[in-house]
């Protein structure tokens, strides 16, 4: 029962991972950022999403239109993610002087749980002292 949960478990984290892969795909491949964090496989996945997303927009779509209207480029139809939603995030180190956008320094102890605004905990997500939830 235990290896079930687990697998499903598994299988729901790779399900959605591939969903924001293909919802942020223009903004995946061209951040430098995000790009090293890729396996290889989904690097080729985002790739491959893309040429026939161009592809299908190109036959459905912009072929039809005005010669004007028809110069769709990648950057277009490319979303980025909200960097000033609010997640949630365990503290993972005693943080005595975290500041947040407003200027507010806040005092966060190792263990405690935030719902913060991404922007405001990125650096400290990137260095491992603060993991989202």
Do not use: W
């Not at 893309?50 to 769709?72: D, F, G, W």
């Not at 102890?109 to 990137?126: C, E, M, P, T, W």
């Amino acid at each position: 029962m235990d290896l079930d949960r687990v697998k499903y478990l598994v299988a729901e984290y790779l399900r959605t991972r591939l969903l924001k892969i293909q919802k942020y795909a223009y903004h995946t491949l061209t951040n430098e950022d995000i790009r090293p964090k890729l396996a290889p496989q989904e690097l080729e996945f985002v790739s491959d999403f893309l040429t026939l997303q161009n592809e299908h927009m190109n036959k459905c779509c912009v072929s039809k239109l005005p010669a004007s209207y028809n110069s769709l480029t990648d950057a277009d139809m490319g979303a980025s993610p909200d960097l000033n939603s609010f997640v949630f995030c365990r503290v993972e180190e005693d943080l005595d002087n975290m500041q947040d956008e407003t200027g507010l320094v806040t005092m966060m102890a190792k263990g405690d749980q935030f719902a913060l605004k991404y922007n405001s905990i990125r650096s400290y997500v990137a260095s491992g002292q603060v993991t989202l939830l």
